[in-house]
């Protein structure tokens, strides 16, 4: 059974200051890795992806990927009270175009 | 990034009866879409994958014959939900990938189903 794991949350972080988001993944052939942010009632939106081992930045965002530990870790600096929301992780094996999901980390940024 | 439309966003119906949901890939051609369901505080569900042109391929536990999906063409496939029941009460979100195998997904807005 291939699975995405996460802490579910909620994790709670100071207004301006860094979260940081982890995932690990149980099957060692995935090749892509995403994170995509859900809001409330609304469906998810791709963030950010990162395909190949290290650091990858966006803005505020940089996403971390170690294929040997088989986690992938999102941060976000200086946390805004608008990054609240569920924030998933999601795996492919690029085998198929089939994407694994995980449970989702309910992330408050504290005004 | 690519859009995807899904309508209706909200429904009510009655038990028993067939809802028909609509996903648009508005800007590119989608080969594959894929349907979820999401229960309160959970997770994304796999629900079935949708190839244009073929039978969509259901994940374990899903039933064909009440989920219909029909994916006619590049830009649309449709979900019907057949005989809903109370517990088919959910989220459903359709889902296409502009480039094969990126696993780069863009989310129609989903849809609230309600079943009464």
């Known amino acids: 059974q291939k699975e995405v794991e996460q802490n579910s949350g909620p994790l709670s972080v100071p207004e301006g200051a860094i979260a940081s988001l982890n995932c690990t993944y149980s099957d060692r052939v995935s090749q892509s890795f995403f994170w995509y942010r859900q809001y409330s009632g609304k469906s998810p939106e791709l963030i950010m992806s990162i395909y190949s081992n290290g650091d990858k930045e966006d803005g505020r965002f940089t996403a971390q990927l170690n294929k040997a530990s088989q986690y992938v870790s999102l941060l976000i600096r200086d946390s805004q009270p608008s990054d609240s929301a569920t924030y998933l992780c999601?795996?492919?094996?690029?085998?198929?175009?089939?994407?694994?999901f995980g449970k989702g980390t309910r992330l408050h940024i504290l005004p | 990034g690519a859009v995807v439309s899904q309508h209706p966003s909200r429904v009510i119906c009655k038990s028993g009866t067939s809802v028909k949901i609509e996903c648009r890939s508005l800007d590119f051609q989608a080969t594959t879409m894929f349907w979820y369901r999401q229960f309160p505080k959970q997770s994304l569900m796999l629900m079935a994958t949708?190839?244009?042109?073929?039978?969509?391929?259901?994940e374990q536990g899903v039933e064909k014959d009440k989920f219909l999906i029909n994916h006619a063409s590049l830009t649309l496939s449709t979900l019907t939900v057949t005989s809903a029941h109370p517990e088919d009460s959910s989220f459903y979100i359709c889902?296409?990938?502009?480039?094969?195998?990126?696993?780069?997904?863009?989310f129609g807005e989903g849809s609230r189903l309600t079943v009464l």
């Open positions: 949708s190839n244009e042109g073929s039978k969509a391929t259901y």
């Open positions: 889902s296409a990938s502009q480039w094969r195998n990126t696993g780069e997904l863009f």
């Open positions: 999601a795996v492919n094996e690029n085998r198929d175009d089939k994407i694994i």
